[in-house]
């Protein structure tokens, strides 16, 4: 029989790539998020190129109730669920001097809360078979307070966080529980920044590393291999030498922003 994947945010960017990447790998999907016209055009994209089943539903991450609703859709159509991958995501950078409470609101809303209301809704059903994968998608970001994206940053240490202890929680249950940490990838989310980001893939690389790290099973899947040892290196700083170094950064960001820049 073949196995099933769930994501959300499936309508673009790495959740779209790795739609497309299980389908090539012969997986079921059921494929989900806010906008049904790019999602329609995913499916037809991939029922077009790929002899698999593919089910969308419209599901906003942040609603309990949506997830009930895709809960018994899901069950409708397929009777296990092999792979839930919670990919849904969002970043709005801002600068603390331009504070924004409903910036922090809505990412924790989107990157934790919508992650543990899919946790919430599906754990029940790895339990009790005591088998599946259940995938989040973090970031390398998690590796220290970068500047102008606090709430983004510390969304992502609190999922991986998350995701440390339900790895070694639910291991005896023989359910896998993978934290997913990339670095740069060219989608819509980074397309708004401004500066050069070091070490871009593309978002068809990425999801394969992705979508090959879930199937042998990893704990943890960072990469690129030379920005995960890089923020490793960051991470490790002195607090005292990182901010001397995060400083001039921001100044010429800022300088630049202002048409400063030299
Ligand atoms: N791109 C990178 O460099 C990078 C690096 C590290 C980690 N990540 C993480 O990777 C994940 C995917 O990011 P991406 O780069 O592919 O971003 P993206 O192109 O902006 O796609 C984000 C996806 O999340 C969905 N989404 C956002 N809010 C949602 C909500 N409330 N309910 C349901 N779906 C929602 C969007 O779908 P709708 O708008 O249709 O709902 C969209 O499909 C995120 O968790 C992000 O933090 C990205």
Same mark, same amino acid.
């Given at each position: ?20 990447? #299980?389908?090539?790998?012969? +997986? ?5 998020? *806010? ?17 698999? @089943?593919?089910?969308? /539903? ?37 600068? #603390?001097?331009? /504070?924004?409470?409903?910036? #922090? ?38 590796? *220290? ?6 709430? +983004? ?7 991986? +966080? ?18 997913? *940490?990339?670095? /740069?990838? *060219? ?7 401004? +500066? ?15 979508? @090959? ?50």
């Amino acid at each position: 029989m073949k196995k099933v994947v769930f994501i959300t945010g499936a309508s673009q960017g790495l959740g779209k790539h790795c739609a497309i990447e #299980f389908a090539n790998r012969g +997986y079921d999907l059921f494929l989900t998020a *806010r906008n049904y016209d790019a999602l329609k055009q995913v499916e037809t994209e991939i029922k077009n190129k790929y002899k698999v @089943d593919c089910e969308i /539903f419209l599901l906003d991450v942040t609603s309990l109730e949506n997830w009930r609703h895709a809960n018994d859709a899901f069950f409708h159509r397929y009777s296990n669920l092999d792979i839930l991958l919670l990919n849904a995501g969002i970043s709005n950078p801002v600068w #603390f001097e331009n /504070f924004d409470l409903n910036n #922090f609101r809505d990412t924790y809303e989107t990157n934790i809360f919508g992650i543990l209301n899919g946790i919430d809704t599906f754990l029940s059903h790895f339990l009790q078979k005591q088998s599946g994968t259940i995938a989040v998608v973090s970031s390398l970001a998690d590796s *220290r307070g970068f500047v102008g994206s606090s709430s +983004y940053c510390s969304s992502k240490i609190a999922l991986s +966080y998350i995701a440390e202890s339900a790895a070694i929680e639910l291991a005896d249950k023989n359910i896998k529980f993978i934290n997913i *940490r990339p670095g /740069f990838v *060219r989608t819509n989310m980074t397309a708004k920044n401004q +500066y050069k980001m070091p070490f871009l893939m593309s978002p068809a690389r990425a999801s394969k590393i992705m979508v @090959d790290g879930i199937e042998k099973g990893k704990d943890i899947i960072s990469f690129p291999i030379i920005t995960n040892i890089l923020t490793k290196i960051i991470k490790h700083t002195p607090r005292f030498i990182y901010q001397k170094m995060i400083t001039r950064w921001k100044d010429n960001q800022q300088n630049s922003a202002n048409g400063n820049g030299r």
